[in-house]
Every structure is written in C-alpha cells, then in structure tokens.
T-cell receptor, first 112, second 117 residues
Framework: DAGVTQSPTHLIKTRGQQVTLRCSPK?????VSWYQQALGQGPQFIFQ???????QRGNFPDRFSGHQFPNYSSELNVNALLLGDSALYLC???????????FGPGTRLLVL | DQQVKQNSPSLSVQEGRISILNCDYT??????FLWYKKYPAEGPTFLIS?????DKNEDGRFTVFLNKSAKHLSLHIVPSQPGDSAVYFC????????????????FGQGTILTVHP
C-alpha cells in the first residue's frame, strides 16, 4: 500500500518564475492538504482540497493556487516566486476532511 | 498569533529513561490533537492522537495526555530509544464543521529530541 507520494523531491527556481508541485494521496484517501515548512518552523497550512474543491485556506496570498483531480491527486501552483517561498512543501492526505492526516516526503523548493 | 506552542526547542534524555514533550494551545475550538515525528529529509510521520473527549491515549511506548482546562498536552515516550531521536511536532485541529480550524492542522514549532545511548 503506497503512502503519500510527492514530486519532484527537489526544485530550484529563480524569482518571478512559476512552479507546480504534485501529490498522490495514500490509497483510499480523498482529501489532500498542502503545507509550507520554513526552516526551523512547524508546517503552515496552505489549503485543503476535498471533492475537487478548495475547502479551507490558510493565510497565503493568491499566488498560491491548487487543484484536485478526479483520482484525488493534487497540484500546488505558485506564481511569481519570491525568495521567501523557499521552503519544504508538504502534502498530506486523509480519509475525509477531519480525519488524521498522513504526510508525504515533501518537495524542497529553493528560489534564487 | 501562535495558537500552538512548544516552548522547549530541544530535549536530551538517556536511553531507557522517559521523554516528556510538552505542548500548549490557546484556541478553545481545538478538539483533536496529534503528535508527529520528523526525521531530516522526510515528511512528518504520524505517531498518536487524542480527541478532547479523552484525557489519555496509549500506543505502545507512546502515551499522550490532554489537560483541557490547562489547554496543555504532553507526549510521554517510555522507554526512550536512540531511534526516537527526531523533531517532534504537536498539532491541533477542530473536528466541528464550519469553523475556521475545521480539518486543518495547526502545528507547534517542534522540539528536537535527542536520546543518548
């Protein structure tokens, strides 16, 4: 039973560029949440998708957008990258919105 | 506004002894609490959770205690093993639909646990 998978594992971009990160949830899970973890901090909630809709959103600008596909996989898009967007981006899946979330290994994004 | 706080950045214990990690929260809407362990270059791994209707939950060497009146929870690891060395995060969410904390996890800053052989 595959757990949560994310791609790519690492990414280097320059300021102003756009990036797309991908996530496949754990088998049987239908809810995907995205988090940003800066160095030395706990993960910060970006948004959550359920039934292909954004259900909850954290305190992140509109440059951060997402999508959930019919197979429950998800993408996180960040436009107009800033240096401060450099972080570990974590995807978590759960069975339904309020159940325990299981995390993937993350995508390390570096913005130069 | 830090709604979940882990006030100890690090903790060092001897193998075989008890590790106690603490967490405080301020949002009274939180009713579901979790502990995650994180190794470098990996995502957080779920350890144990507790609902606000309980005050204790055990799973093997791990026990979580919840004191709702004090808005405080703790994770006890007994006995501690060198493989337990990692960063531990507590997280909280609200299971009540419609609230702003529904389904989303709010994390503390983490505590680095080091277990010495």
């Amino acid at each position: 039973d595959a757990g949560v998978t994310q791609s790519p594992t690492h990414l280097i971009k320059t300021r102003g560029q756009q990036v797309t990160l991908r996530c496949s949830p754990k088998s049987g899970h239908d809810t995907v949440s995205w988090y940003q973890q800066a160095l030395g901090q706990g993960p910060q909630f970006i948004f959550q998708y359920y039934e292909e809709e954004e259900r909850q959103r954290g305190n992140f600008p509109d440059r951060f957008s997402g999508h959930q596909f019919p197979n429950y996989s998800s993408e996180l898009n960040v436009n107009a990258l800033l240096l401060g967007d450099s972080a570990l981006y974590l995807c978590a899946s759960s069975l339904d919105v309020a159940e325990t979330q299981y995390f993937g290994p993350g995508t390390r994004l570096l913005v130069l | 506004d830090q709604q979940v706080k882990q006030n100890s950045p690090s903790l060092s214990v001897q193998e075989g002894r008890i590790s106690i990690l603490n967490c405080d929260y301020t949002n009274s809407m939180f009713d579901y609490f979790l502990w995650y362990k994180k190794y470098p270059a990996e995502g957080p791994t779920f350890l144990i959770s507790i609902s606000s209707i309980k005050d204790k939950n055990e799973d093997g060497r791990f026990t979580v205690f919840l004191n709702k009146s004090a808005k405080h929870l703790s994770l006890h690891i007994v006995p501690s093993q060198p493989g337990d060395s990692a960063v531990y995060f507590c997280a909280a969410s609200a299971a009540s639909a419609g609230g702003t904390s529904y389904g989303k996890l709010t994390f503390g800053q983490g505590t680095i646990l080091t277990v010495h052989p």
